[in-house]
T-cell receptor
Framework: GENVEQHPSTLSVQEGDSAVIKCTYS??????FPWYKQELGKRPQLIID?????GEKKDQRIAVTLNKTAKHFSLHITETQPEDSAVYFC????????????FGRGTSLIVHP | DVKVTQSSRYLVKRTGEKVFLECVQD?????MFWYRQDPGLGLRLIYF???????EKGDIPEGYSVSREKKERFSLILESASTNQTSMYLC????????????FGPGTRLLVL
């Protein structure tokens, strides 16, 4: 089955810096890669996603890039703000008859004012 | 706006008790999921359901069962609660048919004494 590895597990940055979180996946048939943000005590919420037919997607200060050949995708947050502090999860959706997501273990992002 | 609700935010049970966690979604979603969230381990899939009365095991089904008698409701059952089932339990749903975006419930924090 699919295996998703996420790095780093914790990331500490100063306000205004950029943050990058990387995920690798194992199943070359995976074709959908979402990122979720989970603030403390709240539910995970989708912040951006990308499909395998696209190499990059942006939404204001966040962007996701996908390298299908290398089987990795990354979340980029520019001009970080304290409210970006949260746990971020990546996921990969496989195929082959079992269309369910596999999640990374999460990255705790701390943005210092 | 999709709403996924869970029956309890916090639950304290004793070892050996039978525990029911309920999840309800109001958007006619086909697929529903139960995850367990533990620090450093991310979101691990317990069971999912792609239709009424249909279920499939996820990565960690041992000690759990599920029930989906109605499309909007997905129940997680701990047949005989054990202390190692102390965790945060998250329910999620998605529309299905290649509409992958998952919507999560607020979570149930279960403590088994």
């Amino acid at each position: 089955g699919e295996n998703v590895e996420q790095h780093p597990s914790t990331l500490s940055v100063q306000e205004g810096d950029s943050a990058v979180i990387k995920c690798t996946y194992s199943d070359s048939a995976s074709n959908y890669f979402p990122w979720y943000k989970q603030e403390l005590g709240k539910r995970p919420q989708l912040i951006i996603d990308i499909r395998s037919n696209v190499g990059e997607k942006k939404d204001q200060r966040i962007a996701v890039t996908l390298n299908k050949t290398a089987k990795h995708f990354s979340l980029h947050i520019t001009e970080t703000q304290p409210e970006d502090s949260a746990v971020y999860f990546c996921a990969a959706w496989g195929s082959g008859g079992s269309y369910i997501p596999t999640f990374g273990r999460g990255t705790s992002l701390i943005v210092h004012p | 706006d999709v709403k996924v609700t869970q029956s309890s935010r916090y639950l304290v049970k004793r070892t050996g008790e039978k525990v029911f966690l309920e999840c309800v979604q109001d958007m006619d979603h086909e697929n529903m999921f139960w995850y367990r969230q533990d620090p450093g381990l991310g979101l691990r899939l317990i069971y999912f359901s792609y239709d009424v009365k249909m279920k499939e095991k996820g990565d960690i089904p041992e000690g759990y069962s599920v029930s989906r008698e109605k499309k909007e409701r997905f129940s997680l059952i701990l047949e005989s609660a054990s202390t190692n089932q102390t965790s945060m339990y998250l329910c999620a749903s998605n529309l299905g048919d290649r509409e992958e975006t998952q919507y999560f419930g607020p979570g149930t924090r279960l403590l088994v004494l």
